[in-house]
């Protein structure tokens, strides 16, 4: 299993992460998967691109 160390957001400290099996054919065109999981506490992060999509605030209105 393939492991790497990055910050934790939820152990606030460097930890390592490891990658499950891909079960989503992210890997099949062997890609890598962006799924990972800390090894301490199971916190999964998704790394790579992520598409950026517009978000539309409505105006709340004073009743």
């Given at each position: 299993m393939d492991s790497r160390q990055w910050a934790c957001p939820t152990c606030e400290e460097e930890r390592d992460f490891v990658q499950p099996p891909?079960?989503?054919?992210?890997?099949?065109?062997?890609?890598?998967?962006?799924?990972?999981?800390?090894?301490?506490?199971?916190?999964?992060v998704v790394t790579g691109d992520a598409a950026v999509l517009p978000v539309v605030v409505a105006a709340a209105r004073a009743a």
């Open positions: 891909c079960i989503d054919g992210h890997s099949g065109d062997g890609g890598e998967c962006p799924e990972w999981i800390c090894a301490d506490c199971g916190t999964a």
